[in-house]
């Protein structure tokens, strides 16, 4: 089975701290991707990265970067976190493109900035 | 703008009782997958269809997508409180030339043993 792991459960930043949140899958995918799930809003996507060092803006890009410096990990930078950041982040990776090759998500962190 | 929306947003049942769930959209997708997410965890995939008007059992769950491929549902059979969690429904938003999904806002079920 294919294993998504987020570095944190649960996560308590304060307004303007950089943060950092991990994710590492052990199935060689292609593909990974940081969604946030709001209540009401379901989940939107906020980075994917198709390869190492190729990343692509998502729908809620804005006061996110990400880094994808090996295969394995992906992780999501809140440059100056702001309280309107807090959420739910899943993170997922999926080994290729189409509908034959779902996503697989990790447990979530839940970030909470105060 | 695709959008997919779920109805309804909350749904507490008896054990024993059907239920269906329903996704709709004004855009056409080329499949639909279905997740659910339950209580501390990430969404795990039930179903994809892609045929207009395929239907696919899963057990007690039977998953429609809709001949116009606009819209899907999923029902289910004599619900049991395993069954409890977040139902989302999910189509690729480029035609599926990467796999960048679009989610549905998620039925919250219930199911009261």
């Known amino acids: 089975d294919v294993k998504v792991t987020q570095s944190s459960r649960y996560l308590v930043k304060r307004t303007g701290e950089k943060v950092f949140l991990e994710c590492v899958q052990d199935m060689d995918h292609e593909n990974m991707f940081w969604y946030r799930q709001d209540p009401g809003l379901g989940l939107r996507l906020i980075y994917f990265?198709?390869?190492?060092?190729?990343?692509e803006k998502g729908d809620i890009p804005e006061g996110y970067s990400v880094s994808r410096e090996k295969k394995e990990r992906f992780s999501l930078i809140l440059e100056s976190a702001s309280t309107n950041q807090t959420s739910m982040y899943l993170c997922?990776?999926?080994?290729?493109?189409?509908?034959?090759?779902?996503?697989?998500f990790g447990n979530g962190t839940r970030l909470t900035v105060t | 703008t695709q959008l997919l929306e779920q109805s309804p947003q909350f749904l507490s049942i008896q054990e024993g009782e059907n239920l269906t769930v329903y996704c709709n959209s004004s855009s056409v997708f080329s499949s639909l997958q279905w997740y659910r997410q339950e209580p501390g965890e990430g969404p795990v995939l039930l179903v994809t269809v892609v045929t207009g008007g395929e239907v696919k059992k899963l057990k007690r769950l039977t998953f429609q997508f809709g001949d116009a491929r606009k819209d899907s549902s999923l029902h289910i059979t004599a619900a049991q409180p395993g069954d409890t969690g977040l139902y989302l429904c999910?189509?690729?938003?480029?035609?599926?030339?990467?796999?960048?999904?679009?989610f549905g806002t998620g039925t919250l079920l219930a199911v009261q043993p």
């Open positions: 999910a189509g690729p938003s480029d035609g599926g030339a990467t796999n960048k999904l679009i």
């Open positions: 997922a990776s999926s080994l290729g493109t189409g509908y034959n090759s779902p996503l697989h």
């Open positions: 990265s198709y390869d190492v060092k190729m990343k």
